[in-house]
């Protein structure tokens, strides 16, 4: 398997990335444009996992969802406490 040597510039383009990537979702939901409940196809597309994944997530509990006549719901606000609750620091300067 082949390697890939990361450098800062890589690292810092990758954050000027994320940064610009939470910006318009930060202006999405304040213009009204992000939903307050999603469905699974949207939690997979939104985090970029597979079906499996998703299911894993609420079966060990890590990702609550509300069932409504076969349509599982998904909080935005839940979703986002996960993934602030997961977070990883590395110590990288800004």
């Not at 990335?17 to 409940?37: M, P």
């Amino acid at each position: 398997m082949p390697t890939s040597i990361i450098t800062t510039d890589d690292l810092r383009e990758f954050k000027m990335e994320l940064l610009d990537d939470i910006k318009t979702l930060l202006a999405r939901q304040a213009s009204g444009k992000i939903k307050k409940y999603l469905k699974s196809s949207e939690v997979m597309e939104m985090l970029q996992i597979s079906p499996g994944t998703l299911q894993n997530l609420r079966i060990n509990g890590t990702l609550p969802y509300t069932k409504v006549g076969g349509i599982i719901f998904y909080d935005v606000d839940e979703i986002q406490k996960v993934m602030e609750a997961n977070r990883v620091h590395h110590g990288l300067n800004s």
